[in-house]
C-alpha cells in the first residue's frame, strides 16, 4: 500500500518545492539570544519572539533547574488525574494577577488553548464571529466548534458590526481577535471591538500571543493599552514568546468560563500537564515583570529607536504599535534577494510573500528584542541600507 501513497507524497513535495514554498530550517548552534550562532557564524537575530529577551536569562534557568529539583522532571499525568501540583496552581494565580482576571487554565500550548476553547462554551445555537486574520489555531478551534461562523476583514469595525448584527438571531455571541497581528504588527482596536460587543451583546476574546509582555504602557496587554480591563471576558496566550519563550499556554479570564473548561476543553482533559521546570521559569518571569518594568522599557526604547532610524533612512515601514515591523517591498523575489543579502551581513531576518501575506505586499519582518543592545539595532539599519542601496531599494 505505501508505495502508491510514497508516490503522491513525494508528487506533492515536489509541488511545494516548484512553487518556492518549502520550508528549510536554518540550525542553530547557540542558545536563543540576540547573537545566536548559524553554520559557526555570528548572525543578529531579528526573527525570534523573544521580546523580552528571557529566553536565555539567567534567572528563569537557575528557576527551572531548582523547580527541577524540588518538584521533579515530568508529571506523568494529565491534571486532572494526579498532575497538579501546587506550582501550577501558584503559576494560573501569576497570570490572573497579571492580566487582572478571575481564574487561569493552563495547556500545554496556546495552540490547544485555542483548540480548546470554543467547543465547550458554545454549539451551534451560538455564533463565532472571527478577524480574517486570526492566527491557525483559533481558526482550529472554531473548526472544532458547531457555533456558527462569521468572519470579518482585518480590525474593519463597519465589517464586525454588519455580522453583529447578522448574528442577533443566536443565543450567545463571541468576537474573537487575536491582540498584535504577526505580519503587520498592528494591534486590535480593542476599546471599539468592546464598544460593539456592548451594543450587540457579544463577548469577547483575544489571543494576547503577540501582545502580552510587548503592548500597554507596562506591557501588560490589550487591555492596559486600551483601558479595557472588565470588558474583556477570555484572554489566550503563550508562554512560548514574550514569557520565556519556552512553551506553554493558558486561557485566563471569567471565572464560570475557565471552571467549564477545567471539566470539558479536551486539550486539557487528555494532554500532559505542563513540566515543572517550565512551570517554574514562569513563575520566575511574572515575579521579575512585577518587580520591575525595566526590560519592557527597554524593549520599547528598542522599538522606538529602530523605527525612527529606518523611517529617516527612507524605509517603509507599516504603523505598528508593537515589537513588530514589516518592512515592505511589495515584490516576493526581491524580499527572498533582500533577506539573502542580510544574512550575508550577520542580520538574520525573514522575507514573507503570498500567501503568508496578501499578493504585492510582500517584506521583512523584523523583531525587536529588550534583549538587542543599541549597536546590534545599528547593525542591522546600517545592513538594510547597504543592502537596500544595492539592490536599488533606497536612492
Ligand atoms: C504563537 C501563537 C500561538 C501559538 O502559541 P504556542 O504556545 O506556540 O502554541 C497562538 N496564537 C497566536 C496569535 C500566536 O501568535
Redesign the pocket.
Known amino acids: 500500500m505505501y508505495g502508491k501513497m510514497k508516490d503522491y507524497l513525494s508528487k506533492t513535495i515536489s509541488e511545494i518545492k516548484e512553487a518556492g514554498l518549502y520550508k528549510e530550517e536554518r540550525l542553530i548552534e547557540s542558545q536563543q539570544q540576540a547573537h545566536i550562532s548559524v553554520k559557526g557564524k555570528d548572525v543578529l537575530n531579528f526573527c525570534a519572539?523573544n521580546y523580552l529577551g528571557l529566553s536565555n536569562h539567567p534567572r528563569l534557568i537557575q528557576a527551572a533547574k531548582d523547580m527541577m529539583d524540588r518538584r521533579g522532571y515530568g508529571m506523568s499525568s494529565v491534571r486532572f488525574i494526579c498532575g497538579t501540583q501546587d506550582i501550577h496552581k501558584q503559576l494560573e494565580a501569576a497570570i490572573s494577577d497579571y492580566f487582572k482576571t478571575e481564574d487561569t487554565i493552563l495547556?500545554a500550548?496556546?495552540?490547544?488553548?485555542?483548540g480548546g476553547v470554543f467547543e465547550p462554551l458554545f454549539t451551534e445555537e451560538d455564533a463565532i464571529i472571527s478577524d480574517s486574520l486570526?492566527?491557525?489555531?483559533?481558526i482550529d478551534g472554531v473548526r472544532l466548534c458547531k457555533a456558527k461562523r462569521y468572519r470579518y476583514a482585518n480590525a474593519n469595525m463597519e465589517e464586525l458590526e454588519k455580522c453583529l448584527k447578522e448574528a442577533q438571531a443566536q443565543r450567545f455571541r463571541i468576537i474573537v481577535t487575536?491582540?498584535?497581528f504577526?505580519m503587520d504588527g498592528n494591534v486590535a482596536p480593542i476599546d471599539k471591538i468592546c464598544d460593539l460587543a456592548e451594543k450587540y451583546d457579544a463577548l469577547v476574546m483575544v489571543?494576547?500571543?503577540?501582545s502580552a509582555g510587548v503592548v500597554g504602557k507596562t506591557g501588560h496587554g490589550v487591555s492596559e493599552l486600551y483601558g479595557t480591563y472588565g470588558r474583556v471576558d477570555i484572554y489566550?496566550g503563550?508562554?512560548?514568546?514574550s514569557f520565556g519563550g519556552a512553551?506553554?499556554?493558558f486561557t485566563t479570564g471569567r471565572k464560570e468560563i475557565i471552571e467549564l473548561l477545567r471539566q470539558r476543553s479536551r486539550p486539557y482533559l487528555f494532554s500532559n500537564s505542563v513540566a515543572p521546570a517550565v512551570i517554574g521559569a514562569s513563575l520566575e518571569v511574572f515575579k521579575m515583570l512585577k518587580e520591575s518594568n525595566e526590560i519592557h522599557d527597554t524593549l520599547v526604547e528598542n522599538v522606538e529607536y529602530f523605527r525612527n532610524k529606518m523611517l529617516a533612512a527612507g524605509f517603509d515601514i507599516k504603523p505598528t504599535q508593537s515589537a513588530i515591523c514589516a518592512v515592505m517591498l511589495y515584490d516576493a523575489k526581491l524580499s527572498q534577494v533582500y533577506a539573502a543579502k542580510m544574512f550575508d551581513e550577520g542580520i538574520y531576518v525573514t522575507g514573507f510573500y503570498y500567501p503568508v501575506v496578501p499578493k504585492g505586499e510582500a517584506r521583512i519582518r523584523v523583531q525587536i528584542s529588550a534583549g538587542h543592545k543599541k549597536e546590534d539595532l545599528d547593525k542591522c539599519v546600517n545592513a538594510f541600507i547597504k543592502v537596500g542601496k544595492e539592490l536599488g531599494v533606497l536612492k
Open positions: 519572539n495547556y500550548a496556546c495552540f490547544d488553548a485555542n486570526n492566527h491557525a489555531s483559533i487575536d491582540g498584535v504577526s489571543d494576547e500571543s503577540h489566550t503563550t508562554l512560548g514568546k512553551m506553554g499556554g
